[in-house]
């Protein structure tokens, strides 16, 4: 018998032969009866929004198994348990919005969960499992209901901005990281190169160009799972390492136990070396006691807040690195090129959203136009106040 389910979900069968066949045999009476194109083509009026979600997470080509992971989560966990047995396209706009607002989440996930479902649906649309469009009370629309829901509370724009250290708080979170397992190490390696955490959990000793001073991105770490390749196509590039972190580098490379070619540089001891430690713990263990410990962050209620007060969300090694890399080249009136290519992005948009202005850039720039406000001293223009004979 072959077995499938139809468009509906309700299981169907068709006899091939008697029940001595082989299995080969079998398959080619499949293929020779075309029973294959009963499954591969569903009926687009009848097909539910669960089997789109199945059939995505099992065809689209994710260029990384982390992006897979992520939005097999909130297919799995968020839409499918709602939406799982309506069909998709007679989901109505109206009653997506509504069941959208519900959910006690922020605008920007409300968003994401908005966007998420509706690239189900225009893949399904490349793939020709449902219609381009269907007809409406007011003509033709898209077979998309996510299209028709907008509205502030989908905005996937975030309040969101990362602290970028001055670079004698990095100095200060640097020193406070008493540690002889190589956390000081990977600090270093991150804040002095521009390292996502990631990338410099991948890294194997064999990675490391000495004579060149660069180091090769060829896999990263990524929630407990080694990843080939890189983030992005220019992240596959060489990093270029300073000649002051290759000396730490190379210190530590004679303190650890595991400094073969093809063992990590920054192994998990408890796991014996064979995968590199993790990115999270870390943090919790060395980055955030430090960054406490210097005086970068305060500890409020369980709450974490800087030095000026605002509440500090998420605090780790991208702030350490990139966001405060960006801003201190940047600060200093680096070709915006330069500084664009040590971050590896594609595009010059992603480097200014990286580098922020900090506190002594901004407060140089206001003291320089009020130069031009009030060319006269203070101090003088305050005298010559006084000196002058009030009108009676």
């Not at 966990?77 to 519900?102: F, G, H, Q, Y």
């Not at 209901?145 to 309040?159: H, N, W």
């Not at 136990?257 to 014996?272: E, N, R, T």
């Not at 605002?310 to 600060?331: P, V, Y």
């Amino acid at each position: 018998m072959f077995c499938w389910r139809n468009a509906e979900g309700k299981e169907r069968s068709r006899t091939l032969g008697s029940s001595d066949m082989d299995d080969q045999t079998a398959w080619a009476k499949v293929g020779e009866l075309d029973f294959v194109g009963l499954v591969a083509s569903p009926d687009p009026s009848c097909i539910t929004f669960g089997e789109l979600a199945e059939k995505y997470l099992a065809n689209y080509p994710f260029k990384k198994k982390s992006t897979k992971d992520l939005y097999r989560q909130v297919i799995r966990n968020v839409l499918m348990p709602r939406w799982t047995d309506a069909i998709a396209i007679s989901i109505k706009p109206s009653e997506l919005k509504s069941w959208l607002l519900k959910l006690d989440v922020s605008n920007c996930t409300r968003g994401k969960y908005r966007g998420r479902m509706s690239h189900i649906y225009e893949w399904a649309k490349s793939e020709e499992l449902i219609p381009e469009f269907v007809h409406g009370p007011n003509g033709y629309v898209s077979s998309s209901p996510c299209t028709r829901v907008k509205g502030p509370e989908f905005s996937q724009e975030t309040g969101y901005e990362a602290l970028a250290l001055e670079v004698e708080d990095t100095f200060k979170l640097l020193s406070e990281i008493k540690s002889k397992n190589g956390a000081y190490e990977l600090a270093l390696l991150v804040a002095a190169c521009g390292f996502r955490i990631s990338e410099a959990l991948g890294l194997q000793w064999r990675d490391v160009v000495w004579d060149k001073g660069f180091a090769r991105i060829r896999q990263t770490f990524v929630h407990s799972t080694m990843q080939d390749g890189a983030k992005t196509r220019l992240s596959r590039s060489r990093v270029e390492v300073p000649e002051l972190a290759l000396r730490v580098l190379a210190a530590w490379k004679c303190e650890t136990m595991y400094a073969a070619a093809d063992d990590f540089v920054f192994p998990s001891i408890k796991l014996g070396g064979k995968k590199p430690r993790c990115a999270t713990m870390l943090v919790q263990d060395y980055i955030r006691p430090a960054a406490i410990r210097a005086g970068i962050l305060l500890e409020s209620d369980g709450e974490l807040f800087s030095k000026e007060g605002d509440r500090i969300e998420r605090f780790g090694f991208h702030n350490l690195g990139r966001h405060s890399l960006a801003t201190f080249l940047m600060d200093e009136q680096a070709n915006p090129a330069v500084v664009q290519a040590i971050m590896r992005h594609s595009q010059m948009d992603m480097t200014l959203y990286y580098a922020h202005s900090s506190k002594k850039q901004k407060r140089a720039a206001l003291d320089n136009y009020a130069r031009h406000l009030v060319p006269t001293p203070v101090e003088n223009l305050r005298v010559q106040v006084r000196v002058q004979p009030t009108l009676q």
